[in-house]
């Protein structure tokens, strides 16, 4: 009786755990944030002009490891959502790290890439490219950060015993939100950096 | 008094796996992951005809994008709701993009003005 009280209190009449279900409800929000952003850029793509243009300070190897480590990280993820379900609280602690390591090396990654580029000369104000390009990889590169925020929060958590098996859910719902920082990149690799200009 | 017309509550459901390991499924799915990737830049430095490296590359991000979501996170074994609740803006913002696109004359690229 007392478990049936308890599911009632936190279920939605959907059946769906309102935590689950709020993150879902953001990351659609969220959709209309990016995709405002990416429309701004495709609409002002290659009408810059004056320089740099993208071709002359892409490095489309750099960016492609950048990539491709980003999208590693969503299967560390979703291996620390998996451990925790199984009630594996050393493998999701591993987990969680490696996956704030590896966004780590993503943020380090774009700064290193936004340095660069400063250095050959775009700025933020300097053309129509400059602009939307670092608004956009910008507050990406601020999701992923509030990620890592995230994920580190968790495993301190867990270290203090406040993130058990029974809160599976928490590491879901946080992983939710790491994918789709994921999948907004697969977007803006191809549109901003791999599709032809 | 209770109400019965509310769904029950299906923690299985919601979780979508119940408790199985799916530490295999998703390694695999991140080995396609980085196949896909590594056909995305090679057709990046393949000389071919305009339209179709874009064809080829919005596919294959497209097929990216669809892996995470529906395995990574859940949505294909995971309640319905959940698709219309995120699929639902997705599609109206790939709309808005398409309309704007088309309002500044980019829809159709008509490639850079350096």
Not at chain 1, 19 to 29: D, I, N, R, V
Request: glycine letters at 8%.
């Amino acid at each position: 009786m007392a478990q049936v009280e308890r599911a009632a209190e936190h279920y939605t009449s959907t059946g769906v755990h309102p935590s689950k279900l709020l993150m879902w409800l953001f990351l659609g929000s969220d959709c209309f944030f990016f995709g405002s952003l990416i429309a701004t850029y495709q609409a002002y793509r290659g009408q810059s002009l004056v320089g740099p243009h993208p071709h002359e300070v892409f490095d489309i190897p750099y960016t492609s490891i950048s990539a491709f480590v980003l999208l590693m990280s969503s299967l560390t993820m979703a291996l620390a959502v998996n451990s925790i379900r199984l009630g594996k609280m050393g493998a999701t602690r591993i987990w969680l790290l490696l996956t704030a390591m590896l966004g780590s090396v993503f943020v380090g990654g774009q700064v290193f890439e936004f340095t660069t580029f400063v250095h050959k000369g775009l700025t933020l104000g300097v053309n129509l490219f400059g602009t939307t390009f670092y608004v956009l990889t910008g507050f990406h590169g601020a999701h992923v950060t509030v990620g890592i925020i995230i994920l580190l929060s968790l495993l301190f958590a867990s270290f203090l015993g406040r993130l058990t098996p029974r809160q599976a859910m928490t590491v879901e719902v946080a992983g939710l939100y790491w994918h789709f920082v994921d999948i907004v990149w697969v977007v803006i690799f191809t549109v901003v950096y791999l599709l032809p200009y | 008094m209770a109400r019965t017309d509310q769904k029950k509550p299906n923690p299985a459901a919601d979780v979508g796996t119940e408790q199985h390991d799916l530490t295999v499924t998703y390694i695999r799915v991140a080995a396609v992951l980085a196949v896909v990737t590594l056909i995305e830049v090679a057709t990046y430095y393949v000389a071919m005809a305009r339209g179709l490296t874009v064809s080829v590359l919005l596919a294959l991000s497209a097929v990216k994008f669809a892996l995470v979501v529906l395995y990574f996170m859940h949505l294909k074994f995971d309640n319905k709701i959940l698709a219309f609740v995120f699929s639902g803006p997705l599609l109206l913002m790939i709309a808005v993009g398409i309309a704007l696109m088309a309002l500044f004359g980019t829809l159709i690229y008509p490639g850079p003005v350096w």
